[in-house]
């Protein structure tokens, strides 16, 4: 029986993944409703990343692998706003080229926002696949929690790779940030009143610790300093005041000294 398709398009940046990116991408072709299509964007690896990736596009086939070569190094948030331009289908789902999805991770989320079309953006829990586990847990349905602006600005909810939206959407990544600029896309979403929505189900894995383990995670600095400069700019946009601003850093603080903490004695 043939496999129904899901107007959706995924994104996955990629940098230097060419030991992880099949794994990814096979993650969303066997997908319960498989995705329309899967933009895969090389930012300038300058290894044998783009022969990876078309590799996998000679294997899946040119009909639903696109690929975009980029001639520079620009980050994650200029390699996702390609795919974005590219982008054909009704939705957007980002997947990080080193993570991989639960096999019925579109077909639930793609039908919850169906019947809830005045949510613009949802995401869900995000988990850690370690060695030995090898079962996904079998997940019938999607339960949703509304996020308000006030609870997105004390926790992001939204790990990338978990995040699908509505392509329509007049907003993209701030290319100028290398670090929280998924972050600060969601907070201006749902500060100037989009509605939002998370899931408790884990339909994503990640393959190594969050914190102090390699790529953008091993850098907890950076990280935090993305994060205030993320606060610094819905500030000067006016979406929260100087006191949210205030106690945003500080409580941003707190929770970065604890991080350290947790790297030091883990």
């Given at each position: 029986m043939r496999r129904q398709t899901?107007?959706?398009?995924?994104?996955?940046?990629?940098?230097r993944c060419s030991a992880t990116i099949e794994r990814a991408v096979g993650?969303?072709?066997?997908?319960?409703?498989?995705p329309a299509e899967c933009i895969l964007i090389d930012d300038n690896s300058g290894d044998d990343t783009l022969t990876a990736l078309k590799q996998l596009q000679k294997k899946y086939g040119?009909?639903?692998?696109?690929?975009?070569?980029?001639?520079?190094?620009?980050?994650?948030?200029?390699?996702?706003?390609?795919?974005?331009?590219?982008?054909?289908?009704?939705?957007?789902?980002?997947?990080?080229?080193?993570?991989?999805?639960h096999p019925r991770k579109i077909e639930l989320q793609y039908f919850w926002m169906v019947k809830h079309k005045e949510v613009a953006l949802t995401?869900?829990?995000?988990?850690?696949?370690?060695?030995?586990?090898?079962?996904?847990i079998i997940i019938e349905s999607l339960n949703?929690?509304?996020?308000?602006?006030?609870?997105?600005?004390?926790?992001?909810?939204?790990?990338?790779?978990?995040?699908?939206?509505?392509?329509?959407?007049?907003?993209?990544?701030?290319?100028?940030?290398?670090?929280?600029?998924?972050?600060?896309?969601?907070?201006?979403?749902?500060?100037?009143?989009?509605?939002?929505?998370w899931f408790?189900?884990?339909?994503?894995?990640?393959?190594k610790e969050y914190y102090g383990e390699g790529g953008q995670s091993?850098?907890?600095?950076?990280?935090?300093?993305?994060?205030?400069?993320?606060?610094w700019v819905i500030y000067n946009e006016g979406l929260i005041n100087w006191i949210d601003f205030f106690l945003l850093v500080i409580f941003s603080l707190l929770k970065y000294f604890r991080r350290l903490l947790i790297k030091?004695?883990?």
């Open positions: 899901a107007p959706v398009s995924v994104i996955v940046p990629c940098y993650s969303a072709f066997q997908q319960t409703m498989r040119k009909s639903w692998i696109k690929i975009i070569s980029l001639a520079e190094n620009g980050g994650p948030s200029v390699a996702r706003n390609a795919g974005w331009d590219m982008a054909r289908q009704p939705y957007l789902a980002f997947l990080d080229a080193d993570d991989s999805w995401g869900h829990a995000f988990g850690i696949w370690h060695k030995g586990e090898k079962a996904q949703g929690h509304k996020v308000s602006a006030k609870g997105l600005l004390v926790k992001n909810r939204f790990s990338t790779p978990t995040v699908m939206l509505k392509r329509e959407l007049d907003f993209r990544f701030n290319e100028i940030k290398r670090f929280s600029e998924d972050y600060l896309l969601w907070l201006s979403l749902v500060l100037r009143g989009y509605t939002a929505f408790d189900s884990i339909l994503a894995h990640g393959y091993g850098q907890l600095w950076a990280m935090e300093k993305g994060q205030l400069h993320t606060y030091k004695y883990r």
